[in-house]
Structure formats: C-alpha cells, structure tokens
C-alpha cells in the first residue's frame, strides 16, 4: 500500500466549477501535510499547507482529518489556469522528508 | 532572487555511460534534496542535505547512485553505470531548517537513458 493515495483523475470540469479532491495517507505519525501544484513538465510548488483547522487561502480550502488519515482541497469558481496536477504531501516530525502522493490533475475546461 | 539551479536541463546518454546531474541550492538554504519523479513511482526522496551532511539516504535506489554535496552552494547526483531504467526527471530542492516544511525545487533534468 502507498504511504499517501490520490484519485489520479482526470478531473474535467468547466470553468466556475467547484472540484474537489481528497487524499489518505496511511502513516498515522506524519506530523505535517501540504498541497504542492504542478503544472505539465514544470516542477512542483507549494501550494499551501494544511492545518488541523482547516485553511483558506481564497478560492482554495484544505482540510485535515487526523482520525480518519484524511487530507482535502477544495476548489472554488475553478480558471483555466488552475489546470495542473495537485500532489497531496505528507511529512513525518525531526525530518525534512517529503512523501508525495501521485497527483490528481485537473482540466479545466472553458 | 536566483531560485535552485540544475544542469544539464536535459541529458541523453547510453547504458553503461557515467552520468552527473548538478544542484545549486538557494543562497542560504542550508537543506538540499534529490527526488526522482516517474510515471509510474511518481515523485521520490532519494536523498536530503542538511549543512551539506547527509542524512537519509533510504530512497537511494542502489550502488550505481550516490550524491555529494563539497560546500553549501554544490551537490552532484552520479549514476554509474546508467542503465535505461534510469530515465526519469531529476529534481533537487532545497529549503532553510528553520522552514523545512516548504521545499523550493529547481526546474529538473530529464535524463534519457538509451
């Protein structure tokens, strides 16, 4: 079983859809978790990062379930330009090892 | 600001060929890292810097790979002898200690190994 396990899509929806997408990992140490963007045959950037609260960050929401080893995003009014593949990350504590889920892309149609 | 550096962008080289992929971290990032990202394994830790010591190498897939990083500005990934299964992109990142969470990645090299 992978440590983190993301629906690789593709999800197609049009513009000024609502898309999200959900991620499990199954180390129940993992300490940090993050949403990292990239975009065809470029290289990963970080997103935002995900907090047991929940987090906004405009059109884009992260939510964390401990109990249920559960990370989302969420997507608001989706743009073209959010066409890319959203990498679910997680990070155990004491080290700066990122385990990085395959991706889910998203196509934004017009 | 100059962001992680990477050469040869992209590299085509034959089986048994010795190949060296190059990093130059961010200025004053003092964690450096190599992951290797396929279709079908994804994007993987090979190895992680910190002050230019290594620390986990776990991810190292075996012998034929190692890394070094001389000083805090320099780190080399070696694949020796290079074998087709190799081919992937090659990305080093590289972050501060005091914010390890967020990792800035160079742009990668796409080896070819024919």
């Known amino acids: 079983r992978k440590e983190v396990e993301q629906d690789p899509g593709p999800f197609n929806v049009p513009e000024g859809a609502t898309v999200a997408f959900n991620c499990t990992y199954s180390?129940?140490?993992?300490?940090?978790f993050f949403w990292y963007r990239q975009d065809c045959r470029k290289e990963p950037k970080l997103l935002m990062s995900v907090y047991s609260s929940g987090n906004e960050d405009g059109r884009f929401t992260a939510q964390l379930n401990r109990a249920s080893q559960y990370i989302s995003l969420l997507i608001r009014d989706s743009k073209l330009s959010d066409s890319a593949t959203y990498l679910c990350v997680v990070k155990g504590s004491n080290t700066g090892k990122l385990i990085f889920g395959q991706g889910t892309t998203l196509q934004v149609k017009p | 600001d100059a962001g992680v550096i990477q050469s040869p962008r992209h590299e085509v080289t034959e089986m048994g060929q010795e190949v060296t992929l190059r990093c130059k971290p961010i200025?004053?990032?003092?964690?450096l890292f190599w992951y290797r990202q396929t279709m079908m394994r994804g994007l993987e830790l090979l190895i992680y810097?910190?002050?230019?010591?290594?620390?986990?190498d776990s991810g190292m897939p075996e012998d034929r790979f190692s890394a070094k990083m001389p000083n805090a500005s320099f780190s080399t990934l070696k694949i020796q002898p290079s074998e087709p299964r190799d081919s992937a992109v090659y990305f080093c990142?590289?972050?501060?200690?005091?914010?390890?969470?967020?990792?800035?990645f160079g742009p990668g090299t796409r080896l070819t190994v024919l």
């Open positions: 200025s004053g990032h003092n964690s």
């Open positions: 810097f910190n002050n230019n010591v290594p620390i986990d």
């Open positions: 180390n129940s140490a993992s300490q940090s």
């Open positions: 990142a590289s972050s501060s200690l005091a914010d390890y969470n967020e990792q800035f």
